[in-house]
T-cell receptor, first 113, second 114 residues
Framework: DAGVIQSPRHEVTEMGQEVTLRCKPISGHDYLFWYRQTMMRGLELLIY????????DSGMPEDRFSAKMPNASFSTLKIQPSEPRDSAVYFC???????????FGAGTRLSVL | AQSVTQPDIHITVSEGASLELRCNYSYGATPYLFWYVQSPGQGLQLLLKYFSGDTLVQGIKGFEAEFKRSQSSFNLRKPSVHWSDAAEYFC????????????FGKGTKLTVNP
């Protein structure tokens, strides 16, 4: 198993541009999570899905952020328009059930200039 | 609201020395407890988890953690540290009986001296 795959690994963009982060979870994992990691706030849960359905998006910072999971093997996190304060490392994680820890991807380091 | 405190931001130990990383949580009931490790430029890797039962939990890479209800703690230990253990360590809590909405501590960075 290749684990959770995220792309791109690094993204540099200018303020106002649209950014799309991608995630392929581990096959068979019904739960998918998007986290953001910053020095100031640590690791924060943005949104999670169960069987492709968004369950809790209370961590999404504002309407500029959106996430989709069109099928069991793919999810996107979109920021439109991006701002410098969105600069962070974004992690995707998947889990086979709600009681277990998650498998994390290597993350996408986003820099918004 | 549940919270996790890792009191030590940075710890330095010598290779071969023992290690204990502290984690305290605040929650209305006994939650699920986790320890993760993050190497530079990498995602988080699950070291071990506690759900119920034996309060001493064994994990990967020779790590163990002990749940102490009276102290609301879940400290991570390793008897002999290797240079490859240098990384950042995160404690996390999740609510029982509900969805897996983990709350993470701010992390403890471990430096290992040769």
């Amino acid at each position: 198993d290749a684990g959770v795959i995220q792309s791109p690994r690094h993204e540099v963009t200018e303020m106002g541009q649209e950014v799309t982060l991608r995630c392929k979870p581990i096959s068979g994992h019904d739960y998918l999570f998007w986290y953001r990691q910053t020095m100031m706030r640590g690791l924060e849960l943005l949104i999670y899905f169960n069987n492709n359905v968004p369950i809790d998006d209370s961590g999404m910072p504002e309407d500029r952020f959106s996430a989709k999971m069109p099928n069991a093997s793919f999810s996107t996190l979109k920021i439109q328009p991006s701002e410098p304060r969105d600069s962070a490392v974004y992690f995707c994680a998947s889990s086979p059930h709600p009681l277990g820890g998650s498998d994390f991807g290597a993350g996408t380091r986003l820099s918004v200039l | 609201a549940q919270s996790v405190t890792q009191p030590d931001i940075h710890i330095t130990v010598s290779e071969g020395a023992s290690l204990e990383l502290r984690c305290n949580y605040s929650y209305g009931a006994t939650p699920y407890l986790f320890w993760y490790v993050q190497s530079p430029g990498q995602g988080l890797q699950l070291l071990l988890k506690y759900f119920s039962g034996d309060t001493l939990v064994q994990g990967i890479k020779g790590f163990e953690a002990e749940f102490k209800r009276s102290q609301s703690s879940f400290n991570l230990r390793k008897p002999s540290v290797h240079w490859s253990d240098a990384a950042e360590y995160f404690c996390a809590v999740g609510p029982k009986g509900g969805s897996e909405k983990l709350v993470f501590g701010k992390g403890t960075k471990l430096t290992v001296n040769p």
